[in-house]
């Protein structure tokens, strides 16, 4: 951020509410990119978390909101604040009890977003919450959704909803539900080959039902078919009644 900008931000005038009214608010700043995004992406990777805080009972101003306010062109300068003497002046000067801070970086094709909730109340800096995510680009700003949304609920507004959760269950294949249900259906194969041995076994013993020794030995293989059958199912059910669980939960 440079020196003029950043004075006349600390300078501008703040409008405050009647005592008693006011919510506290969190100023939201720019992201730093480090990552090469073009502007488009970069704004709207900021608006994905601003737009996620709402809920929250807290007033969000966002960069923009400040440039805007003390009538300063967006292209002029980034608020490009993240040391802790200008947060600590920045959230001051704005009557802001919380700062939110965040960084874009790049590794492979993967894009890293990080972002920081930042406590400047009674004039010490405590950061209350740090979020990571690492993903593709194209499912970057759902995630940055699903962030915020955990910024939103440590401030007192509502949890991830589902809808916002539901780019985290496309992204994580449920791996034990899958094996299970691989497992399930596996079991069940088997149990219906022994069954068919069993069939098999069952129409030759009839078919030797006046040889004493071909007759009593395909009739004990069709009773031992019938019993691993039945044993193959019981177990594939519990596997695939596992596997629902464990699907359902995301696992």
């Known amino acids: 951020m440079s020196f003029g900008l950043l ?61 805007k306010t003390v009538e300063v062109k967006a292209s002029q300068s980034a608020l490009g604040c993240v040391q802790g003497d200008c947060l600590l002046d920045l959230a001051k000067a704005w009557q802001a009890r919380y700062v939110l801070t965040g960084s874009i970086a790049q590794f492979k094709n993967q894009i890293i977003l990080n972002l920081k909730l930042i406590d400047s109340n009674n004039d010490n800096l405590q950061v209350l919450l740090r979020e990571t995510v690492e993903a593709e680009p194209a499912a970057l700003t759902a995630l940055a959704r699903v962030s915020a949304a955990k910024i939103r609920q440590k401030l007192g507004g509502p949890p991830p909803s589902s809808e916002e959760l539901s780019v985290l269950r496309a992204k994580n294949v449920p791996l034990v539900g899958l094996s299970l249900g691989l497992a399930g259906v596996g079991g069940m194969l088997t149990a219906g080959w022994h069954q068919l041995q069993a069939n098999d076994s069952a129409q030759r013993a009839l078919d030797a039902a006046n040889d004493r020794i071909l007759g009593p030995y395909h009739a004990d293989r069709s009773d031992a078919a019938v019993s691993v059958a039945r044993w193959s199912v019981g177990v594939s059910a519990v596997l695939l009644t596992s596997a629902y669980w464990s699907w359902s939960k995301g696992l």
């Not at 009214?21 to 994905?48: F, M, S, T």
Request: aromatic letters at 0%; a negative charge; charged letters at 25%.
């Open 7 to 67: 004075s006349v931000l600390l300078l501008a005038p703040v409008e405050l509410a009647p005592e008693g009214k006011q919510k506290p608010k969190i100023i939201v700043l720019d992201l730093v990119n480090g990552a090469d995004l073009d502007e488009a992406r970069l704004e709207a990777l900021g608006d994905a978390v601003v737009t996620a805080l709402s809920g929250a009972p807290i007033e969000v101003l966002s960069a923009a909101d400040l440039r």
